[in-house]
């Protein structure tokens, strides 16, 4: 048997560690084991699709003509070895249980994807800290009484998934508080999806650690370095903060867990940024982000002084570029990678108009530790466009609500999916 023959035979099958929805471009591919997604035109996902069970190249192209969708069995082979290197199918003759979304959906929206690709959850208020910036107001003070119990987050989480979400980002307050995290986390992991854990848990230990590993689909976690000296990151999180924040980061760089570092970066720590790359880089963060301090939640209150300045927001865009390009930083984020070329460009601003920004609707949602319901956590902390309770509410309609369609009437695939809260006021 001829080695072209021997591909012929070779059966092909969607990666069960993959999440295929149809949109209205195409298709949307999400890698629950890294968090990343891939969109893909109509042929692809009418390809894609035929593969949720293991098929030879000449089945596949059987079963397509059959639809009436032409392709030359060199196209279809070069298709599929494309995906395989991409991880969004293997070579097995075993079917992998990969998860299949809107598949008959006919009327798909072209303002905003079918569902949310993503949703944050505010699995508590409780927090050991009570930062001068949280959007939250998370503190040690906060009452968890009313807060949701597991069985409560176990029926949102079915609705989640039934509704075709990819990835969840656990969040707080302190999201290591909450009673019964980990078994919330579990049900996450046994249902497929992407899991994203932002934590500043100071008593992080080795047990703690254990348990994480044990999760397949824990993506990065996420800590807080909010200046590369005690002063600076203390004087936003508290006494003692930076020396438990490293401590932090010594851990999970031991573990191999991967994790991102977020920076507030404000009037106090600008002057900092080279240092904070040096001390992600020591610890082996894999990714960076820079998000200047906005005026919402405490920050409207304790840090008004310390906002950064147009000026400052267009120095911080450009320098961050600059880090990227020389490959100081990974951002994780396609939108850096994809203006990489616009570093020499006087007129590109990133960051112009990221202190007023709310989201347009068109990829997330949040939730927080009652079931209330907003798109982004500026929303959630100025209480603009409460959507309901992820409870009681159908979590399709209040994706679908009326009162989102202003928002969405601004997006465009070309422009980032973001517009001032003033309009959003005065609507």
Not at 101 to 123: G, H, Q, W
Not at 235 to 249: D, E, L
Not at 265 to 285: K, L
Request: charged content about 25%.
């Amino acid at each position: 048997m001829t080695f072209r023959e021997v591909k012929m035979i070779q059966n092909y099958v969607l990666s069960g560690d993959i999440i295929l929805r149809k949109e209205w471009f195409g298709c949307l591919v999400c890698n629950i084991k890294n968090g990343h997604f891939n969109q893909y035109n109509d042929d692809a996902f009418s390809i894609l699709k035929e593969i949720k069970n293991p098929l030879t190249i000449i089945e596949l192209k059987n079963i397509l003509k059959e639809n009436n969708f032409k392709i030359s069995k060199k196209n279809l082979t070069r298709f599929l070895q494309e995906m395989y290197l991409d991880g969004v199918v293997l070579k097995s003759d075993k079917t992998q249980g990969a998860l299949i979304f809107f598949e008959n959906e006919k009327n798909l929206r072209k303002d905003c994807l079918a569902s949310p690709s993503s949703v944050t959850i505010y699995i508590t208020n409780l927090c050991t800290k009570a930062c001068k910036h949280c959007v939250n107001n998370s503190s040690p003070l906060i009452n968890q009484r009313d807060e949701y119990s597991i069985e409560e987050w176990f029926k949102i989480l079915q609705k989640l998934r039934d509704f075709g979400v990819c990835s969840l980002v656990f969040t707080g307050g302190e999201p290591l508080l909450k009673d019964n995290i980990f078994e919330i986390l579990k049900k996450a992991d046994e249902m497929k999806f992407s899991i994203s854990l932002l934590t500043d848990f100071d008593d992080l230990n080795e047990n703690h650690i254990v348990k994480l590993k044990n999760l397949l689909y824990l993506s990065y976690i996420q800590v807080s370095l909010d200046g590369a000296s005690e002063e600076n990151h203390d004087f936003i999180r508290g006494k003692g903060s930076f020396v438990k924040a490293i401590q932090r980061m010594r851990l999970l760089q031991k573990h191999d867990i991967p994790y991102t570092i977020s920076t507030t970066v404000n009037n106090r720590n600008i002057s900092e940024i080279d240092c904070i790359v040096d001390i992600s880089r020591e610890y082996g963060a894999k990714y960076l982000y820079f998000n200047p301090l906005a005026p919402y939640g405490r920050a409207k209150e304790r840090l008004i002084d310390w906002i950064l300045s147009d000026r400052q927001l267009y120095w911080l865009g450009k320098k961050y570029l600059q880090l990227i390009a020389d490959g100081m930083v990974n951002p994780g984020n396609p939108f850096w990678e994809e203006n990489i070329e616009k570093i020499n460009d006087d007129q590109f601003h990133p960051f112009k108009g990221a202190l007023t920004a709310v989201s347009l609707g068109v990829y997330n949602f949040s939730i927080g530790s009652k079931g209330e319901c907003y798109l982004d956590s500026k929303m959630k902390a100025e209480n603009l466009l409460c959507l309901g309770n992820a409870l009681d509410d159908d979590i399709k309609k209040m994706w679908h609500h009326p009162k989102l369609d202003f928002l969405r009437s601004h997006y465009s695939p070309s422009f980032f999916a973001f517009i001032d809260q003033s309009l959003i006021q005065e609507e």
